[in-house]
C-alpha cells in the first residue's frame, strides 16, 4: 500500500459520490470525513444532516468524535431535533445517505440487529437507529464497512435497512419504497455497485493494493466483476492533506 490507509481511501471513494448542491445525511466517523473533504472540494454547496437534528452549510469542524460535540452543534446552520431532519426524508429531500452495517448482502440489504437465526442469535446488534429511514427515504443509499465474508454476506441474516430486497425488479415499489436504493458498497477491498436489471452488487472497482480476484475470495457469494474493474483512483496529496486535518489524530483512518 502507498502512504495512505484504506480507511483514507474509502473516505475519498465516499466524497466523490456527493455532487455539489445536493443533501446529504452525513452521520459520523469515515461519511463525516468524506463530506469535509467533499465540502472543500468539488462540491461547496452541499449540506450536511446529522441524525441528532444538526444541519450543517458549513465545513464540520476537525477532531469530532461525535456528531453532538459542542464544535458541530456551535456552527450548525440549524440545531432542531430528529423528528424534524427525518421530516426531511419523508419529504424526499435528501439526496443521499451514509449507512454502515455489520453485515450487507448481494442485493444491498443491510443487517444491524442480529447475527444467527432469530430465536438463538449467536450476535445482538445496535438495531436500525436511523438507519432504516435513511435506506427507505433517501433518493441514494452508500454503504461502508470492512470487506470479509462474515461482512459480505448472499443473504443476511435479518433486513435492518432494506435494498433491493429479493433482488426482484419492483421489490421496492412493492414494499412501498417509492424511491431510491443502493448505489454503491465502498469497502477496505473496493467498491460494489449495483446492476440496474438484477439489482445484483458488482464489483465496480478494486483498490490498487488488492486484485478482484482477491475481492471474490474476500466475499460470501460469488461476487461478479465489471468488465472493466479498474483500480480505484488514489487520494489526492490534497486530498489526503484535508482528510488528516479533519482527522488529525487519525481516531476514524488509522
Known sequence: MSDYTAQELMVVAAAREIRDAEVVFVGMRLPLLAFAVAKRTHAPSAIGIFENGLVRDRVPPPDLYTMSDAPNVQGAALATGLVDV?????????????IGGAEVDRFGNINTNRIGPRAAPRV??????????????ARRLVTLMEHEPRRLRERVDFVTSPGY???????????????????AVI???????????????????????TTPAAVQAATGWPLRVSEDCPPTPEPTADELRLIRAADPHGFWTR
Not at 86 to 98: E, I, P, R, S, T
Not at 124 to 137: E, V
Not at 167 to 183: E, F, N, Y
Open 165 to 183: 430486497g429479493d433482488g426482484s425488479p419492483d421489490w421496492r415499489q412493492r414494499a412501498g419504497l417509492v424511491r431510491g436504493g443502493p448505489a
Open 124 to 137: 445482538k446488534l445496535p438495531g436500525s437507529g436511523g438507519g432504516a429511514d435513511i435506506a427507505s427515504l
Open 187 to 209: 469497502t477496505t477491498l473496493g467498491v460494489l455497485r449495483f446492476d440496474e436489471v438484477s439489482h445484483e452488487a458488482y464489483l465496480a472497482a478494486h483498490h490498487p493494493f
Open 86 to 98: 427525518m421530516q426531511l426524508l419523508q419529504h424526499g429531500d435528501v439526496d443521499l445517505g451514509f
